[in-house]
């Protein structure tokens, strides 16, 4: 019996590389020599054996793209920002590349990350065990899920998609079990937080040798080995290594424990890098990961691929992202382009696959999928992206704002002068780019931009993560914005980052949530912490006469600026309205159909609760379905929200009473005050300042009060329009 050699399997035979080994022969019979195409063809397919030179291709194409359409691109400093924000996503990639050859699959990368970084933040903070030896302990937690996922896979033999799905969920669960999803642990002292946020040399980040040590000890697993050998012929076919002597349960058991003791790793200098450990640390990277593999040429059926593809592949993506930041583009482009070079990659790596196939077994030109099909196919999914790219261009430019000389409106503030001729660039970063209540804020942004002639730059994540908010705010840094202005989803992990652009000399605002005072120079405050708790408590106890049961609905269980509300809620009730009785609080993450399903839980649960406050706006719309569908009219529904998206339930008496204030305002005023810091006429100290079509407006210590909630009835609610 013979075997075939994984090396001869992963590129084909002589026959299958095509006739320039047999085309061309001298008289003298010489034998074969390679024409220039055929010398290329070789060369391409020994270095590039999966196809890896289109991704660099198309890395290089990127690349120069930004270099001239993206500022501070093409730097230095710029080269080694991307390598340091990729650092966590690498190694779940490296760890990744061998379980993909081996034709596996490993979904719990990122939930074991979160587990790691909170046992982390346990063992240091809760036991008091000294920072090494707590990262031991967190490596161990890796060790023993990676060894969970290999029992399951090798031993039992259970597909591995349904068991690193389902410990996805059980690490997760743990994680979040461990804190009740609120508790986060910070603190963590300087000479630890510099792995993650220092530079060797003041350059090289300090947590770039690690990724490379590992890369290196995994090329000579891979590349350099027996056992990387036996895991290519394992991807090939498990019952051919069995006969061939290879012992295939061993080793695909190694990869899924290497696997888990990475990504504890990553999940340390996650830690590291934000300065905080979160039950939801490295949600989201598991795909990620597996797209940067699959993207340099791993196959997902096993049996091909190499580490040099899967690190073109992290680069191309962690250069795509960082590209359209600085170039001020709409970060969703990442996305579409990503999910277009995908394609493009497996449809070229598709043909290929076909015309070899041909050579091999002479496969007529009809065949089931034909490379013109193919081609156009390709070609329609990479121009829909371009239209969906140059709309968003055109949008992004056309609400830039008005050109330099344009009159600001009465009121407005003293516009600053820029010695280079251009327009300040005011960077704005709502929590979640989708909610409601930030769209409307980002309206009232664009107005105040095109009064006073300002670039407004509007972006970040599409959903609730304190790690991407300390991305982009790091992009900004780069590009060197005039002023950054964030809505803070998590105040320990983004003050770090924030203190950094202040030491850049960049202007720092926070808004709608606030960081630490040292970390930015004012607070745009929509309303008191005191004023918003004491107004919807009050008016629950009016609604309910005084006596009653009532359930919280809030957006994250670790939002800084709803757990004050919470917390003067609390007081009220204690203090004034002890008639009034707290059930439960539940989180929505900011969802409709979250708050929705909580709330029908609620209703089952705690059959007593006469009143459903939400302070998050998807929340209150999502809490007053469910009680119409429940059709409990005894129950009321209030909260923070936004009036348009409540006017059907305010008129059908479902929800009673909105409490908020004008989203578009806040927006306004927050480019007013960036304004007015870059003219130099808002400083420390200052007691009210100008704020444009707003009038005067007061100011407490380092906090701009825009002003007093507002309450929306039946009565009033038509009145508004955001």
Known sequence: MTTKTPGLSERGDDASRGPA????????GRGPALSEP???????????????????????????????????????ANFFEISRLGVELGLLAIALTPVII??????????????????????????????????????????????LNALLVARFGIPPLIVTLGTLSLFRGIAEGITQGAVNYTGFPA??????QGYLGGVVPAQLPILLAVLAGYILLLHRSVIGRALYAIGFGADGARYAGIP????????????????????????AHLGQARADAGTGYELDAI????????????GRGTLGGTVLGLVALAVLRNGLRLAALPSELAGVLTGALLIATIAIDRIRSLEHAKVVAHLPEDADVKNSQVAVLCAAVITGSLIVASTNVWLVRSIAGVPAGAPAAPGAAARPAPSNGKRPVIAMMPKAKGDPYFVSCRVGAEEAAKELGVELIWDGPTGLDAARQNEVIENWITRGVDVIAVAVENRAGIS???????????????????????????????????????????????????KGEFAILTGALSAANQNE??????????????????????????DRDKAFAETQTILRVHPNTRLVMAISAPAVPGAAEAVRQAARTDVFVIGLSLPNINKPYVHSDVVQTVVLWNTRDLGYLTIHAGMQMLAGTLAAGAQSMPGGRLGQLQIRGSEIILGPPLKFTKANIDQFDF
Do not use: C, H
């Open 102 to 147: 081996t034709g596996g699959i490993d979904l719990s990368v990122g939930a074991m990350m979160g587990l790691a970084a909170i046992l982390f933040g346990v063992a240091w903070r809760d036991w008091g065990l000294p920072l090494p030896a707590a990262a031991i302990v967190s490596l161990l937690v890796g060790l023993a899920g990676g060894g």
């Open 191 to 196: 000479r630890f937080l510099a792995l993650g």
């Open 248 to 271: 295939v349960n061993r080793r695909i058991g190694l990869v899924y424990v290497l696997s888990g003791v990475v990504s504890a790793g990553a999940g340390i200098i996650y830690v």
């Open 565 to 590: 509300w919470i917390s003067f809620i609390k007081k009220r009730v204690a203090e004034q309205q002890s008639g009034l009785t707290l059930s439960t609080i539940r989180p929505t993450d900011d």
């Open 38 to 76: 055929g010398l290329w063809a070789s060369r391409r397919e020994r270095w590039f054996p999966n196809g890896e030179w289109i991704l660099l291709v198309a890395l290089a194409a990127e690349m120069a793209l930004f270099s001239v359409i993206a500022p501070n691109f093409a730097t230095v």
């Open 21 to 28: 080994l047999s085309e061309r022969s001298d008289d003298a």
């Open 496 to 546: 770090t980052v924030l203190r950094k652009a202040r030491q850049r000399g960049i202007k720092v605002l926070t808004w709608d949530a606030d960081a630490e005072p040292d970390a930015r120079d004012f607070f745009v405050n929509q309303a008191t912490s005191e004023g918003i708790g004491n107004t919807l408590t009050d008016e629950a106890a009016r609604l309910l006469g005084g």
């Open 291 to 302: 797209t940067a593999v699959v993207l340099g040429g791993t196959s997902v059926f096993g």
